[in-house]
């Protein structure tokens, strides 16, 4: 695939328009993308009016609603009707009062209703994501029929590859056909003879995406059905847009694994004030989290003066629990989304976590005795006349600690799921500053259980 090269911002724009109106929408996207947005909507006003449409309906458009407003209005709003119903309200999400409100004067009837309808949805929902660009036939349509309304309305519409098929009496869903059927059918049979017996997959406006990628994805389709609560077709989810949105969900989520707040637009274009106050809240929770991790260690000062020893295997004690809680949590996490396990099987994760931890735990536990065997016996270093002793504390505290870090990491996601709390916000930092505290106090219990009367 070719990639367009952005072009110096000192060209006349209308010499871009000229080199870019011959290119693919995605590849004018990419160009767009590095200019400023003055440019970028000088840049759109000089090409053709479809190809303008065609690239703001593009999700990967970056600052599509800064753009928008550099353009004239009267441009605007006819750039606006033409974009899918989906697009178009996403974009006027992003649209700063009053330039909003101004707009959406401007716009026609239909396309200020659409508008209307869709941002009454959360933003999660399905019904957020749905176009409202769909082809519909009653029931009693030949196939020939069909096949010529088709052809009549395709250009209006965003996807053609499935017909919804309506009740002629109640207008409610009944049959969904694909376009390869109904192409290879009987011109004069009734479309209900190319349809599936089965009835449609759809799903509720009110449904998360993650529901309603579910269903996509396993049933290989390529737009699903949203009905209301009688059953009428209000709109479909196409493929295409489902994984836009997931691509969008995963970086968030990517971000919130990192230990801050997602980024509601592309790196490069965060301002530098965003960019702290998205990465300080979480950053100084994290920090005062792992102050508790100082409070901890004075609590056992007098233990190490006795055994300044054990003070060289706190990082690793801390790194193998935070470790095996980040594990944990990250496939947990992803289960959840996938449904690969829901809220009702905590329990059986927690036992199959607890002989998961021990194991893993025995594993590093038996590396790091050998690791102080072969240290001691080779002479590389002294753990003093009790280093079996402080060989057993390590390794039985990893054992302790691995497992309360699978443990832990594994049941925050359900916590925050059941606190109605995304669990990505279970990230891999949130999990390892609680298991840094608690792996401390592991340590040193086993420390004055094995050493009492020895070095303790």
Known sequence: MNQIAPFPTKIDPSVLAARLSDERAPDIVEAL?????????AILLGLPHDRAVEVLDQPELDLAADIIEMLPRDR??????????????????????????????????????????????????????????????????????????????????????????????????TKAVPLRRLISGNPDDNVLSVAAGRRPLAVSPTASREEAARLISKYDLLALPVVDAVGHLIGIVTVDDMIDAMVEKQTQDVQRFGGMEALPEPYMDIGFGTMIRKRAGWLCALFLGEMMTATAMQGFEGQLEKAIVLTLFIPLIMSSGGNSGSQATSLLIRALALHEVRLRDWWRVALREVPTGLLLGAILGTIGIVRIVVWQKAGLYDYGEHWMLVAATVGAALVGIVTFGSLTGSMLPFVLQRLGFDPATASAPFVATLVDVTGLVIYFSVAMLILRGTLL
């Open 33 to 41: 993308n590095e200019e400023a947005p003055e440019v970028a909507a």
């Open 76 to 173: 605007v709003a006819s750039y606006l009707s033409g974009m899918s119903a989906d697009r178009v309200t996403d974009v006027f999400r992003e649209i700063e009062e009053p330039g909003r409100s101004d707009l959406r004067a401007r716009l026609d009837a239909e396309t200020r209703g659409t508008i209307d309808r869709l941002s009454a949805y959360g933003e999660e929902s399905v019904g957020s994501l749905m176009t409202t660009e769909f082809v519909t036939v009653p029931g009693n349509w030949t196939v020939q029929q069909t096949l010529d309304h088709v052809r009549t309305v395709e250009k209006t519409r965003e996807t053609i590859y499935a017909i919804f098929v309506l009740d002629p009496r109640t207008q409610a869903l």
